[in-house]
């Protein structure tokens, strides 16, 4: 069985699911193990704090990983939420904390998060997107200290017609920008499982994209759900084979103290 690895719990904001509870889950679905991956999200513009105590989420977390290291393999990891101007703080952050992976996403883009509906006033949903694609491109100018970019095509889970008229294609020169960036900077992307538990029938990003990662030259690939409650940990997981495959990977990826570790699919 795979990994899961991107997971939230109740140091999340937008989770009140208890660590242990992902953990139960993760082991009656038989994982070979788990991330941690809780949200930090420095200048959220919305209502909600994203952000937590680093001495109580490992606290928390190692002790779970004690308890249960002969059932399941448990890393601790975070999720970032970048925008340029969070450069510094948050190269510091990564620094003085030892996480085992750590993922670059975007979910603010100038000052609005995609998943508000005032994302999109007074544009397209053309325009929206290309504008959420070309803000990966500002962050990965500035930001280093990441392992994965996390749900590249994030927005097309909240636009006004999600992925209806959404395409690979459409976007073909900004995404090959962005992988190629990626590429060259040794860092991965993620099959993000929970587009398929958001109605889209496709991962986040689609497998075109991921194809098109491994066709130039990308290596590194996680696996996550995406999950924010018990139930949606390894979502859709019995597609996960396929995917992989079809895209041209015989395996996929783990972080463990930062370094990729490579298991068969």
């Given amino acids: ?28 679905k038989k994982l070979d193990g788990v991330c941690f991956t809780d949200h930090i999200d420095w200048d959220y513009p919305g209502p909600t704090p994203f952000s937590f105590d680093p001495d109580a989420y490992f606290k928390e977390l190692c002790a779970l990983r004690e308890k249960y290291q002969k059932q399941l393999s448990i890393h601790i990891g975070v ?24 993922i670059a996403s975007s979910h603010v883009v100038h000052g609005f998060d995609p998943y508000y509906p005032e994302f999109y006033e007074e544009k397209t949903e053309d325009e ?100 924010h409650r018990p139930e949606h940990v390894a979502y859709d997981y019995a597609k996960l084979g396929t995917i992989l495959k079809e895209a041209g990977f015989a395996y996929y990826t783990v972080f463990k103290d930062r370094k990729p570790i490579f298991y068969p699919v």
């Fill in 128 to 227: 929206a997107y290309l504008e959420y694609f070309e803000s990966i491109l500002e962050n990965l100018a500035v930001f280093e200290d990441f392992d994965i970019y996390g749900h590249i095509d994030y927005v097309v889970r909240y636009g006004p017609s999600k992925n209806q008229n959404y395409s690979y294609k459409k976007y073909k020169d900004v995404i090959d920008e962005i992988l190629r960036t990626l590429i060259a900077k040794g860092k991965g992307i993620e099959i993000n499982m929970a587009g398929f538990k958001y109605g889209l029938s496709h991962p986040n990003p689609t497998e075109d994209i991921i194809k098109r990662y491994r066709k130039l030259g990308g290596e590194i690939l996680t696996t996550g759900a995406d999950a």
């Fill in 1 to 28: 069985m795979y990994w899961d690895t991107h997971m939230h719990c109740k140091f999340s904001g937008d989770s009140t699911a208890k660590p242990e509870a992902m953990i139960l889950s993760a082991i009656q």
């Fill in 79 to 102: 999720e970032l939420g970048l925008q340029p101007h969070l450069k510094e703080q948050y190269a510091a952050f990564t620094k003085n904390h030892h996480f085992d992976q750590v």
